[in-house]
């Protein structure tokens, strides 16, 4: 009898492990989430990237900056692609996102193009993760397998994202307590800095996403700041080259309100393409924005800065690993959230 009763009781410890397992397995991201489900998702939203930056090329930075945005809010969920309603505020006009992220349409277009080859399967979290990563490619930068499964959120998070993001005027301690903050060392930090301010310029990097509301309605040209975000840093800090402080400032007068809008760019040397430059700049004092210069400003992150404008080929494989990395940010999973039908509202 008691033989009897181990065996049930092995049997079913046997059983829960198993329904544990599959259910901790299903939770997990996969680069072959969808090869049966939708086996055409990755060639279908690199056609529609494809279209989108031959047609304008800033608009490949402006998708990377929307997955940025996404992830540092409460995780890569879709979030900020929900739209505002009469009952619903999302997080499109907290003060990183107002009259800046772009590239709402184009996911939208991705999605209904999507939808035609497998109805109800592939969520716009994922769809905004693939095209970030081929925006990064078909601009000239590197590859990597994206992994998906992601589900989509049902709410959005203003406060979140009014807070969560690094401002351009943040201390290099600030920085890295935002990014640790999302699981990311500083190591993935500057590499995304190089990609995100030079998602702005182009060259896609982080500091893009760090420069709060660097591309203006009216006003969005790849690769350029407003003056108001950088004028503080070519009048008053001293760690920048005369010359190009003073090839800056011939655009940006010192008097707050007059030219603020006027622009310059974040890479003068390769606006459009992305590669190691950004970090070129630092080290010769031309980082255009508070938040980039302070990477190398004898701080912890001035032998990474060196290490990537010496070594581009470091740079980009440690880029495509922290663009892995910054897509693994709080997914849901499972039974969590939905599959939109719609990118901009939920079911």
């Given at each position: 009898?008691?033989?009897?009763?181990?065996?049930?009781?092995?049997?079913?410890?046997?059983?829960?492990?198993?329904?544990?397992?599959?259910?901790?397995?299903?939770?997990?991201?996969?680069?072959?989430?969808?090869?049966?489900?939708?086996?055409?998702?990755?060639?279908?939203?690199?056609?529609?990237?494809?279209?989108?930056?031959?047609?304008?090329?800033?608009?490949?930075?402006?998708?990377?900056?929307?997955?940025?945005?996404?992830?540092?809010?409460?995780?890569?969920?879709?979030?900020?692609?929900?739209?505002?309603?009469?009952?619903?505020?999302?997080?499109?006009?907290?003060?990183?996102?107002?009259?800046?992220?772009?590239?709402?349409?184009?996911?939208?277009?991705?999605?209904?193009?999507?939808?035609?080859?497998?109805?109800?399967?592939?969520?716009?979290?994922?769809?905004l993760a693939i095209a970030a990563r081929?925006?990064?490619?078909?601009?000239?930068?590197?590859?990597?397998?994206?992994?998906?499964?992601?589900?989509?959120?049902?709410?959005?998070?203003?406060?979140?994202?009014?807070?969560?993001?690094?401002?351009?005027?943040?201390?290099?301690?600030?920085?890295?307590?935002?990014?640790?903050?999302?699981?990311l060392s500083a190591n993935d930090m500057?590499?995304?800095?190089?990609?995100?301010?030079?998602?702005?310029?182009?060259?896609?990097?982080?500091?893009?996403?760090?420069?709060?509301?660097?591309?203006?309605?009216?006003?969005?040209?790849?690769?350029?700041?407003?003056?108001?975000?950088?004028?503080?840093?070519?009048?008053?800090?001293?760690?920048?080259?005369?010359?190009?402080?003073?090839?800056?400032?011939?655009?940006?007068?010192?008097?707050?309100?007059?030219?603020?809008?006027?622009?310059?760019?974040?890479?003068?040397?390769?606006?459009?393409?992305?590669?190691?430059?950004?970090?070129?700049?630092?080290?010769?004092?031309?980082?255009?924005?508070?938040?980039?210069?302070?990477?190398?400003?004898?701080?912890?992150?001035?032998?990474?800065?060196?290490?990537?404008?010496?070594?581009?080929?470091?740079?980009?494989?440690?880029?495509?690993?922290?663009?892995?990395?910054?897509?693994?940010?709080?997914?849901?999973?499972?039974?969590?959230?939905?599959?939109?039908?719609?990118?901009?509202?939920?079911?």
């Amino acid at each position: 009898m008691a033989s009897s009763s181990s065996s049930s009781v092995a049997a079913i410890s046997m059983v829960a492990f198993l329904v544990l397992f599959m259910g901790s397995s299903s939770a997990q991201l996969s680069t072959s989430y969808y090869s049966k489900s939708c086996p055409k998702v990755l060639t279908t939203v690199k056609s529609a990237v494809q279209s989108a930056v031959s047609k304008e090329r800033r608009m490949g930075a402006s998708l990377l900056r929307l997955f940025f945005h996404d992830c540092f809010v409460n995780g890569c969920d879709g979030s900020i692609l929900l739209d505002d309603t009469s009952s619903f505020t999302g997080e499109q006009t907290a003060g990183p996102n107002n009259n800046s992220i772009r590239g709402l349409n184009v996911v939208d277009n991705i999605k209904s193009n999507v939808e035609k080859e497998c109805p109800g399967v592939v969520s716009c979290a994922d769809i905004l993760a693939i095209a970030a990563r081929d925006s990064v490619t078909i601009l000239g930068g590197p590859s990597w397998d994206v992994k998906l499964g992601r589900r989509d959120s049902k709410t959005a998070s203003l406060s979140a994202a009014n807070s969560n993001i690094p401002a351009p005027t943040s201390s290099l301690s600030t920085l890295i307590s935002r990014f640790q903050a999302q699981g990311l060392s500083a190591n993935d930090m500057v590499a995304l800095s190089g990609t995100l301010s030079l998602s702005l310029s182009l060259s896609l990097s982080l500091s893009l996403s760090l420069t709060y509301g660097l591309m203006e309605t009216g006003a969005h040209t790849i690769g350029q700041a407003r003056c108001t975000t950088f004028r503080t840093r070519i009048y008053n800090e001293t760690n920048i080259d005369s010359s190009f402080a003073k090839n800056r400032q011939g655009s940006c007068p010192k008097t707050s309100g007059s030219g603020d809008n006027n622009l310059a760019p974040l890479d003068v040397q390769t606006p459009t393409g992305f590669d190691n430059d950004y970090y070129k700049n630092l080290i010769n004092q031309k980082g255009l924005l508070h938040s980039d210069q302070i990477l190398f400003n004898g701080g912890s992150t001035d032998s990474l800065v060196k290490k990537y404008s010496n070594n581009p080929k470091t740079f980009n494989s440690d880029f495509a690993a922290a663009m892995i990395k910054m897509g693994d940010i709080k997914p849901l999973t499972g039974s969590n959230g939905e599959i939109r039908k719609k990118c901009g509202k939920v079911n």
